[in-house]
């Protein structure tokens, strides 16, 4: 198979292109994607407790991560400018690493997948963490974020196989 059959977003002469969604079919489609943030044990604590001096740490984060979905064709080259039925945000905690979890979840009835929403969602919610308690504590770690699940369109169901 030639590579620009492989890669979608490049035409026959390898230039990049944006994908003609146009005869595809609208399908529900959703995608789950996840990531952590690791950090010290002070701002751990302060998030947990609420005492995170610029405010609710996890509810800004939170609204961040649903605003970066609602954007991704602003921020990534050839993604299709995408009309949001659904964007949720979830956090967990991790007492023994100092971790919080991070989890989204992106909806849509389209012709293409929320792969990219759900997994900038992620990123900029973790993103806002690290900005909110930066001046506590600047090692604080963004890491794994990946696609848990996806939904919906021509290819169906993915689902994360677990690391062996």
């Known amino acids: 198979m030639a590579e620009n059959q492989l890669f979608s977003h490049f035409d026959a002469t390898g230039k990049a292109r944006m994908v003609d969604v146009s005869q595809k079919s609208e399908t529900e489609r959703q995608a789950i994607a996840a990531g952590s943030i690791t950090m010290s044990s002070l ?16 509810g ?13 064709d602003q921020l990534i080259p050839l993604c299709h400018p995408l ?10 905690f991790n007492d023994e690493q100092c971790t919080i979890n991070v989890e989204a979840t992106v909806s849509i009835t389209g012709r293409t ?21 930066k001046a506590v504590d600047k090692n604080m770690v963004i890491s794994d974020i990946r696609l848990l699940q996806k939904s919906g369109g021509k290819s169906g169901l993915f689902v994360r196989t677990p690391a062996v």
Do not use: H, N, P
């Open 60 to 72: 800004v984060a939170r609204i961040a991560g649903i605003m970066a979905a609602k954007k991704v």
């Open 113 to 133: 997948g929320v792969e990219m929403e759900a997994l900038t969602a992620v990123s900029v919610a973790a993103l806002t963490i690290y900005d909110m308690c």
């Open 83 to 92: 009309a949001i039925t659904a964007a949720d945000l979830a956090f967990s």
């Open 43 to 58: 701002v751990y604590g302060m998030i947990r407790q609420g005492t995170v001096q610029k405010g609710d740490v996890l």
